[in-house]
């Protein structure tokens, strides 16, 4: 489940450093590069996000609606960050509390 922490992490900041740095950069100062590399950013780091929660789900790491939760969270901003501190801490307590 590290990798699908980390993913989530970086997907997340991808997007709010699109909207919250690169856009300002582009419609306030005329930058307009700022968005065409931190958005072809994003998107890689959103295809791999979505493409480790779906490896996850086929493992049976997460459950399907485990995985879809972190689908629709990638597309809010805050969203994956939301996922990691919920869903994800959920299942790391649920895999390291003892048998019994």
């Known amino acids: 489940m590290t990798l699908v922490r980390w993913m989530a992490i970086l997907e997340g900041t ?6 919250f740095i690169a856009m300002p ?3 306030q100062f005329g930058y307009p590069e700022a968005v065409r590399w931190v958005g072809q950013a994003h998107g ?10 779906f490896g996850y789900a086929l493992k049976g790491g997460l459950t399907e609606i485990q995985a879809f939760k972190g689908f629709l969270a990638s597309f809010i901003p805050f969203g994956t960050f939301v996922y990691k501190a919920t869903t994800l801490k959920t299942i790391r307590a649920q895999s390291t509390r003892p048998e019994g």
């Open 25 to 27: 950069l582009k419609y």
């Open 44 to 53: 890689i780091l959103f295809l791999a996000f979505n493409a480790v929660l």
């Open 14 to 19: 991808s997007l709010l450093a699109l909207l």
